[in-house]
Nanobody, 129 residues
């Protein structure tokens, strides 16, 4: 398994969770990584991304200020801290690794599904009202 997401669960509105994504390939350290989510009956949507060295982060407007993405290449981990959760955040969250190394682009670039080459199995986040 190259990517594995974990940390989802059931939480009340206003609560917090921290999602983790482990990657097994050392070469992934050279690629941006992102989180997308998909709610029932909806298309997958971009949540957040981080550049290969963690130097820049990008967020969807819907979660800006509530979620924080980070990475620790020494541990081969990417994290997504979810704070002040809302029922509309309920979704399966998946992590992906970029298709091109050493990128430094716009939020539109990192929000595009086709700029990711590998995906891990998602983790379910359920927020109750």
């Amino acid at each position: 398994v190259q990517l594995q997401a974990s940390g989802g669960g059931l939480v009340q509105a206003g609560g917090s969770l921290r999602l983790s994504c482990s990657f097994s390939e050392r070469t992934f350290e050279n690629y941006h990584m992102g989180w997308f989510r998909q709610s029932p009956g909806k298309e997958s949507e971009f949540v957040a991304a981080v550049t290969w060295n963690g130097g820049r982060t990008y967020y969807a407007n819907s979660i800006r200020g509530r979620f924080t993405i980070s990475r620790d290449n020494s541990k081969r981990m990417v994290y997504l801290q979810l704070n002040n959760l809302k029922p509309e955040d309920t979704a399966v969250y998946s992590c992906g690794v970029g298709s091109v190394p050493y990128t430094s682009g716009s939020v539109e670039y990192y929000a595009a599904w086709h700029n990711y080459a590998n995906w891990g199995q998602g983790t379910l986040v359920t927020v109750s009202s």
